[in-house]
DNA sequence: CTCGTTCAAATAATGTATGATCCGACCGTT
DNA sequence: AACGGTCGGATCATACATTATTTGAACGAG
């Protein structure tokens, strides 16, 4: 996804001395911090974030393109709520993309991918997720391998938008063992249908892999949210 | 789709006195007076539609999150060419999505739903194509009765967006009488399959109607193009 | 003389500041 | 309940400051 019209990559993050604010707000929802429906007021965030009006009115619109907020004609905007229902809403539509994608790349993949693919998984495995971020980061490139190649870029953005999304939402959760060895066997898995020239497997196999892994974020939301939600006020 | 969030009904589009910079400058790169990879500047904007800076800054974000412009930073916006290519990503992922919403719709579907869609049906053929822009809005309107009541609301939401997006773009074109008589056949065919409780019809249809619909499209804009471009400067 | 490098001016994005205007919510009166 | 006034806050208009990129001319090495 290098480069155009895209949001940050991973590696930024972190990295950014000062994250624009665009990537404070989205962090400040993500983590709730700014609570579910809460308004939106373009004064009080550029106070806040110590930045004029102008680039929070930007950050806004940008992020109401990508779902985290909600805005009505003249009345502003307030916080979409990033609950089950946000991440199931996406996963269902990753379950119809990402096989789709996986299908067409096990249509042209050639030796060098397949490659890059085993390179990718073993050094996820060398991590052992050992850190959790790096893991995320790793994982995502794991996927992208398959997916930037596709001649569909919306699609392909598409992906890239959900899964930034959906990577910042676990990063608020433990991943439970379980689902790390699933994880593991999953991309073993995958890469052996792509090799295998199967992509009707391989589109099973992803399939699984995105449900599973939504399964496991929507649950572990519930228990967070069972284990009384703390929610601060901004 | 009603009301937050989103663009503009079509219903204004055509209305407002003075639609706003935004819906300027989207119908300007859809109906090809700002070319391909044109660069958008922003003082420049400004002054041909006569705003400030900050409408147009808005705009360009928004335009960028519907993939109409694509950004770099620090080097402003660009018009996305809107192209065969481009159709074709939007609707090869309506392809997978839309028999999605259609499958869920027939499982929740009353009788009340069924003389909705035979209301706006039967207002289709009565237009009959003579006034396409009105046809338009009522095709529209037909399958947001299937699609806006489902769940997933980012599905649907993302429905919408691609939906304006064909909308604006095929009504640079005529439709051919083909077409036509296609389009109405399979409306009534889609009825019947919901009313028949026959899912996997129905999302056949439906896919074999998007399909349809995107390539009737691109095939008029190559049409279009070798008849010769007339791009005239903005 | 040609090619690549360096640097400075021009260009334009991005951020700040401030005031005007308009819309919608709230509130009290009739 | 209907009306009108008040107020918060979004939206728009300007003006200006800052920062990054591009361009092109001057310059030096080969």
Redesign the interface.
């Known amino acids: 996804m290098s ?3 895209v949001t940050p990559t991973p590696a930024e993050d972190s990295l950014d001395q000062q994250a624009s604010v665009y990537e404070m707000i989205r962090e400040d929802i993500i983590s709730g911090r700014l609570g579910p429906n809460e308004r939106l007021k373009i004064a009080d965030l550029a106070e806040h974030y110590r930045t004029s009006t ?1 680039p929070v ?2 950050a806004l ?2 992020l ?4 985290f ?4 004609p003249n009345r502003g905007a307030r916080v979409r709520p990033i609950d089950e ?2 991440v ?3 996963i ?2 990753e379950m ?2 990402e096989p ?1 994608l996986t299908r067409w790349f096990v249509s042209i993949v050639n030796d060098a991918d397949i490659v890059a693919l085993e390179a990718a998984q073993a050094e996820i495995e060398a991590l052992n997720y050992a850190d959790p971020a790096r893991h995320g980061e790793l994982d995502t490139r794991f996927h992208q391998l398959i997916y930037d190649r596709h ?5 392909a ?2 992906w890239w938008k959900h899964r930034e999304i959906l990577r910042a939402i676990s990063r608020r959760f433990p991943t439970s063992l379980s689902r790390k060895v699933a994880v593991l066997r999953e991309h073993r898995e995958l890469i052996e249908r792509i090799r295998a020239q199967d992509a009707d497997g391989a589109a099973a196999v992803v399939a699984r892999h995105v449900e599973g892994s939504g399964r496991h974020t929507i649950e572990q939301m519930g228990v967070a949210k069972r284990n009384g939600p703390q929610k601060r006020p901004v």
């Open positions: 480069g155009i019209s102008n009115r930007e619109q940008q109401r393109g990508e779902g907020v909600l805005m009505e229902a946000f199931r809403d996406i269902e539509i119809l993309i789709a001649y569909n870029r919306h699609a953005e598409l």
